[in-house]
């Protein structure tokens, strides 16, 4: 990770007010949008694209490279559940985002509570040792839930309480800001995954009808790319959730995942189908 200080032509003020918008490294400005950055207030067009540009030469990001020099680094985290790992192609996987989809009660928040919990197992056991950032917007993480799990996988319910830095979330723009203070977490607490449950919630109650479809989709273009970009940086998992229903929503059916934007997308409806229900008695 490159400090924001090691780039060509920056100055103090530019520093500061690039994290106050969450972008804290080299690493985060280059791989912003150059609309992002230029509507930081009092950064100006011109100089935020000469730092993004100075920030991809400095991380070698301006030239081609052969593909075989093409570093994954992928790891992954156990969902508890050998089925449902299979099914991830090995555990939910750093570097990326997961959209878990289906509908009220499928199991979305159960499973983003449980990867919560098993990120923090011992790498012997299929976790990272890692911290966690979760994003509630629906008022549905549960302590006593998340203590269960943590008994389950023979972990000590306070130790992984305090290991999930947890925000309650009110309006879309508080999601979006809380998303990119994740960033900063990610640095300096150790935080591999981030979950958003739900990611859509308020940006449905919010941005009502057609004629608001096209700034919610901005806004939500927004999140997935911040969110994606802090995936990449620091090779943290992302766990998105998405509420799904039959009933038509504006213009779109509402049952499909929001796909194009994810890298993987899990129908929470397979969670049926994989024996990992030994959480059953618990839950
Ligand atoms: N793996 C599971 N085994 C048993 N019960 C589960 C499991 N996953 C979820 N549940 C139960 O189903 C209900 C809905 O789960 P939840 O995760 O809140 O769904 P969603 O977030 O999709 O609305 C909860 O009461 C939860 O306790
Ligand atoms: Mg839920």
Known sequence: MAELSQIKGINARQIKLLQENGVNTAEALAMSPLRVISSIDGLGEKSAKKLIWNARTALGMTEFAPASDINENVEFITTG???????????????????????FKSGKTNLAQTIAVTIQLPRSKGGLESAVCYIDTENTFSKEKVKRIAKRFGLNPSD???KIFHARIYSSDHQSQMIMKAEALCKTRNVRLIVVDSLMALLRAEYIGIGMLARRQATLNNMIHALSRIAETYNCAVLLTNQVATKM?????????????SD????????NSCPWLSLQSNV
């Open 160 to 162: 992984v309480l305090a």
């Open 264 to 271: 993987v997308i899990l129908n929470a409806s397979l969670l």
């Open 249 to 261: 929503m504006g213009m779109f059916s509402g049952n499909d995942a929001i796909g194009g934007n």
């Open 81 to 103: 559940s050998s089925e449902l790992n299979r099914i991830l192609g090995g555990g939910f996987q750093t570097g990326k985002l997961t959209e878990i989809y289906g509908p």
